[in-house]
């Protein structure tokens, strides 16, 4: 057989830790290593996957556009571009949209997009507010945004123009406005930096202190859009609309696409200003229209919420007999586990050797993220394996 890790090892660049195991193939919540090994997959590619593996929809949707229209060029229209984009400004607070690849991209363009507002609108401002912990992507504008100083320390000098204050503090956002802020840019719950949910205040005070100080606010929905946290975005469950919005992750359930949302005020991009080669293409947005309109048509985000709730139950009685569980975050299928000591990377090598795929989001908190459309059969059989081998770890069984 051939092996995979040792060709890995000697040709790939070291960017990060993989789990040892080699994947080949996907069924709905259900993925299988090189061996033929089931395991659930409650990581879905980090949020991503958010139909399950080998859709019927998905499958399809990319089998005939394929065979149809993969690339033409921006310059000209192109059909799915197009539904796809009255489909999300249509079931959004927003008016207009721009189609980029990742999610970093998506924040890229959201940045450009502040910035050439506050040249127009607020006297050549362009200073970004944003939050420790935050993460927002990794090319060298968007990893300064994100506030993990590791990230981004190797690749000094930075551009200029962000500041950092913690998160879920809007005191400190106030304190940190000046002249040359243009934007607050903000994950309405930051799920890279340990699926942390602010206050119910804290959005609705940065939307009021914004609006006085005529700043935009900027959500980045890469990770809680689409149905993840229950809502079809998460801005809805705080009831509160920003001006700017990105998607990716799940917008085409794995297949590569990402968007910038914003409301007539602030899309001051003209031509010229901003462009993709990729970007948008016919292929990537008839996956997009038709994971979306899924998500729409078949009331996912409800389906989510129900799932969340019955999640936070099961933790909660975790909680209650497991030493080792300290408590829970989240909302919807974006959900932590956290624990009373920095156990997370061995509870996720022994899940996976029970067959449970889940993610190590903090050194004590796991992630639990499986596509939108798992069923309560498949959560329950993750959650007891999830549950055993804390049990393992927490010192006992389950009390
Ligand atoms: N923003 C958020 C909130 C994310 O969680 C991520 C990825 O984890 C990104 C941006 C970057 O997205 P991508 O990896 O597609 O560039």
Redesign the pocket.
Known sequence: MTDWREIEARVFMRTGKRLPVVLVRGEGSRVWDEDGKPYLDFFAG???VSLGHSNPVVAEAIADQARTLVLTSNLMYTIPQLRLAELLVDNSCFDRIYFN???????EAAIKLARKWGHEQRNGAYEIICTEN??????LT?VTA?GTARYKEPFEPLPPGFVHVPYNDAEAIKRATNEKTCAVFV?PI???GGVNVPDDGYLPALRRWCDEQHLLLMF?????GLGRCGALFAYELFGVEPDIM?L??GIASGV?L?ALLSKEHCAVFTPGDHGSTFGGNPLATRVGYEVVKYIIDNKIPAKVAADGAYLEQRFRSMEDRLDIVKGHRGKGLLQAVVLSRDAAEEVVRACLERGLIVNNVRPDAVRICPPLTISREDLDEGLAILEAVLAEKGGGAPK
């Open positions: 980090t949020a991503t690849n990742s999610g970093a991209e998506a924040n935050a993460f927002h992507g990794r090319t968007t994100s994950e930051q799920g890279e980045d929905e890469v990770q809680t990105t990716a992750k590569p990402a």
